[in-house]
Structures are given as structure tokens and as C-alpha cells.
């Protein structure tokens, strides 16, 4: 497969729990732990699917969304959080995140969220 995945998210753990599940389907996946960081990459390489916390130390992965969508508005964005208050969901979905999902996750639907949102990404008709 080889799409590259990014992953924004300021915990260690589960950078490592995606990237780990991630690379086993082929994809190549690189984190970095916060927003700024997160944008220089995407300013030097765009991935195929970005993984966005939505609390982060450095600044609101929500508030961030729509210029990301701005600026790379076919590129998937999959938002993660430990606040699964309802709010937060519609905030992210109405902002243009492709799904929203909450922390603790199951790592078993990873490939089928990411087939789902790459599937909408090729075909945003279907």
C-alpha cells in the first residue's frame, strides 16, 4: 500500500499503538506530538490520511481543522480524542473531519475507518 499516514497527537502511547497497527497494513506513518510541529510537515509533505487530536499543548487541533481543510481540502483528517462529549464530534464532523474517534479506540477498525475515508477521498460522489 505505502500511503503515509500522519499522526498529531501529544500522547507517546498512542502515537506508538497507531503507528504500530498502522505499519502492519503497509502504511508508512510518521507522529509528531504537537500542532506546530504537525503543520511544518504538512508545509513540506502532504500525507494521505492525517490523524488530528483535537487538545493538544500547543494549540486546538479543532480550531486548526477548517484551515487545514482550507489548505488541503482532499486530504482526510480522522480526529481523536480522549472528550467524547457529543459537542466536540459535531464540531470536528461540521469542520471537516472525516470521522471522529473517541479515545480509548478499538484498533481492530483502524483499517476499516481508513478504507472508509480513503474510499470517500477517491469517490466523493459515491
Known sequence: MGDLILIIDDEPDICQLLQLSLS???YKVKYVHGLKEGMQFLA???????????????GSGLDALPGIKTKYPNL???????????????????AGAARFLPKPFNVGELQEILYEVTSQHDYPNA
Request: glycine share 6%; proline share 8%.
Open 24 to 26: 502492519k497494513h503497509g
Open 44 to 58: 513540506r509533505q502532504q500525507p494521505d490520511v492525517l490523524f488530528l487530536d483535537i487538545h493538544l499543548p500547543d
Open 76 to 94: 482526510p483528517v480522522i480526529t481523536i480524542s480522549a472528550y467524547d462529549n457529543g459537542m466536540e464530534k459535531q464540531r470536528a464532523l461540521t
